[in-house]
């Protein structure tokens, strides 16, 4: 508020519209403190006791070996999709040939709208119908199972230009 | 690093002391990624088995971790990783989208004999599965665990600005779902 203005300038600044959604957040946390703290979920009785032994004795179970993943596989993929796309674009325009008549007659609007619904909609489950169950695994496994300490590992072990890195 | 967290973690990584250092690491850690797990994939089998994957993976890539991070962290990225990867993965297999595997989810909790909460907390549940992955995690790990925005800055790779706006927009989100549905 203007008439508020302190005398001095203190040179502090509160971020954009953070008095606008002051009351906002604080009657949402108030709202909130009238929900239970606890979740509800219970465990077996005696569940933890024995947790240890359990999982040491599946941690001696395991296989050791840690399993390589090809570094061309990423590769692969990508060409599957595209050449799964470029297959899914020829049969559009095989079995939809497009219809003879004025073009200027479908507003741009419809054009877009149908680029945002359609191709937009070739997503990551349109992918996993082409691709094998194993190709799927691997894709599972790139993306989930490297920590970023095996990347760097990785990185740092196998390239000659470490710059890279700076990426 | 702690000291103690330190001496922890050269155990861990010297063979000969690997093992009874790793019996240490669940038993310190085993209950609070239980619950972290949990709040996640909500069934308890499920938790159990993301749980004991999570202690697998930690027991095999310990000799990678790195002094920079804390070990805590480390583990609770792990157990989040493994979480995601199991909704994701069962998401795949039922060939529907990962959201509609948490609703499934969490239509099965009323019937669940390890969820014992009152209507108003499995309210709270459903309210909770409605927010998108990230908005869940945060939600849960701020509400529930206490855990402080620099922590949850460094297990979720996120800047604490942005993890302070992510949990205001739950909270606005959870508290309209509960006002929308509430009954009588």
């Known amino acids: 508020m203007e008439d508020n203005k302190e005398k001095y300038e203190h040179g502090f600044k509160a971020p954009e519209g953070y008095f606008d959604k002051f009351e906002d957040n604080l009657f949402n946390l108030l709202e909130l403190e009238d929900l239970p703290k606890e979740s509800g979920f219970k465990v ?23 399993k390589v993943i090809p570094l ?35 507003p741009l609007a419809e054009i877009e709208a149908y680029i945002d619904q359609d191709i937009a909609s070739f997503d990551s489950y349109d ?27 990785y990185i740092l072990d196998n390239l000659d230009d470490p710059t890279i890195l700076i990426e | 690093m702690l000291i103690e967290e330190q001496s922890l973690v050269s155990a ?21 990624l ?16 993301v749980l004991q994957n999570t202690f697998i993976k930690i027991f095999r890539s310990i000799d990678n971790f790195k002094a920079e991070s804390k070990l805590y962290t480390w583990m609770y990225r792990i157990a989040t990783n493994e979480s995601i990867t199991f909704i994701n993965k069962r998401a795949k297999r039922a060939q529907i989208s990962s959201e509609e595997v948490q609703q499934d989810m969490i239509s099965k909790l009323e019937s669940d004999v390890y969820f014992e909460g009152s ?22 790990m701020k509400y529930f665990e206490d855990h402080t925005y620099e922590e949850l800055s460094e297990i979720l790779d996120t800047s604490v600005g942005g993890l302070k706006s992510s949990y205001h927009i739950a909270v606005k989100k959870i508290t309209a779902y509960i006002k929308e549905n509430e009954t009588g």
Do not use: C
């Not at chain 1, 077996?44 to 050791?64: A, H, R, S």
């Not at chain 1, 992918?127 to 095996?150: H, K, M, P, R, W």
């Not at chain 2, 239980?34 to 088995?49: A, G």
């Open chain 2, 119 to 140: 209507e108003i907390q499995l309210q709270l549940q459903r309210a909770i599965a409605t927010l998108p992955q990230k908005q869940q995690l945060i939600f849960n």
């Open chain 2, 12 to 32: 861990l990584q010297s063979p000969s002391q690997k093992e009874e250092a790793f019996r240490v690491l669940v038993s310190q850690y085993k209950e609070r």
């Open chain 1, 72 to 106: 061309f596989r990423r590769r692969v993929v990508w060409y599957s999709a595209s050449v799964a796309a470029a297959v899914a674009l020829l049969f559009t325009f095989i079995y939809n040939p497009p219809v003879e008549g004025d073009e200027e007659d479908i």
């Open chain 1, 127 to 153: 992918l996993a119908q082409v691709l094998t169950d194993e190709e799927l695994e691997g894709l599972e496994i790139e993306n989930n199972y490297l920590l970023d300490e095996d990347l760097e590992d």
């Open chain 1, 44 to 66: 077996p009785e005696g569940y933890f006791d024995g947790l240890e032994n359990t999982i040491l004795q599946k941690v001696k179970e395991e296989p050791k070996e840690t």
């Open chain 2, 34 to 49: 239980y619950w972290h797990i949990r709040k996640m994939v909500l069934d308890h089998d499920d938790t159990d088995d």
